[in-house]
């Protein structure tokens, strides 16, 4: 049973790379010569070129990393690598807990290692080739080893409560950790401005009167308890624009990107605020939570009456139950699992999308927020046509024609 396992593993593995780079090709190849004619005028044609051009060095990094991963990951399972590292972390450290997070440790820094010349390349010569990169080498190599140090904190809590549960409480391991997790989730979707983004960005207070003024009054308009709105100093890394929603139930937060500020109107901005505003009152935040929260409670359960089958282990070169070594051969085989739920929550994040835009539309300007739309579509060079495949498994936002077409809708 364990050949059959492993086989699956590896196809699966195979399968799920050939399907990343199909799509990919569908999407380069979906450019199109002519523009729409409602984004004529967006692009001049040396523009247009520049904005493929963009796109086309992105996927080629793509592919590049795509095929080193998928290259040590087969090299990995074909040669019992995850077993024969595993091995040698118990020869260096034995104990129930302390082997699997050691063994974690080193899958995590092989994969950090992997990525970095990939970061660089993508931060130093593609970025900064278009004109987005502001990062200097020396923010670039404190952004790793904070991103390093926090994941490392945060990551080895969580699996040393995982693996904890799983030694104290083998038949309900999955339950114990589905709670944990979901505290932890809770906690984060709360408080990740006020913990998170300040390590690695400084958040100030919005210091133009007149649009404060604005976005007041938006707020008592559409009844919106205004708890905090945040300058984010993203200029310091990118000249690329956004502005999110963060928080959920008495911590609510708009951030909104100092280039956001600099390149747009106030009637553009209030629109996207009225938009970030559309999500709070349509649950949107809520609801993502409480999916992602299922969606969880449904992995750990499934991983729970698996991972006590020798089989998953000994798929990978155990000659036991292996809990590590079980649970991945479990994230590879439920993969298509994850992929499929990752397919149905980005469906309905495009239709939370169109309720926020809508949302904007009748408590601002419709005109505003397709203005607001075109221009940071324009200044991050995106791919106006994608391929319609594409959009579906990995667009989390509808395209900007389509917002722009349902936009209209609502106008007419």
Known sequence: MEAVIFYCIVTLVVLNYIFERYLDHLNSKSWSSNLPKELQGLYDEKEYQR????????EKLSFWSGLL????TLILLLSDGFYWIYAHCESIVDGDLLTPLIFFAVLGGFNFILGIPFSYYNNFKIEESFGFNKMTPKLFIVDLFKGLLLSSIIMGALLSAFIYFYLAFPEYFWLYAWIAFSLFSLIMAAFYVDLIVPIFNNLSPLKDEELMKKIEALAKNTNFPLDKISVIDGSKRSSKANAYFSGIGFKKSIVLFDTLIEDHSHDELIAVLAHEIGHYKKKHVLWNFTLSIIS???TLFILGWCIQTPDLSKALGASEINFALGLI????????ISMLTGMGMNILSRKFEYQADAYANTHASGKALGDALKRLSVKHLSNLTPHSAYVFVNYSHPTLLQRLNALKKLKN
């Open 51 to 58: 904005s493929k051009l963009y796109n086309q060095e992105k």
């Open 69 to 72: 991963s998928i290259s040590a």
């Open 296 to 298: 969880m409670f449904v």
């Open 329 to 336: 051969a479990f994230s590879f085989l439920y993969s298509p």
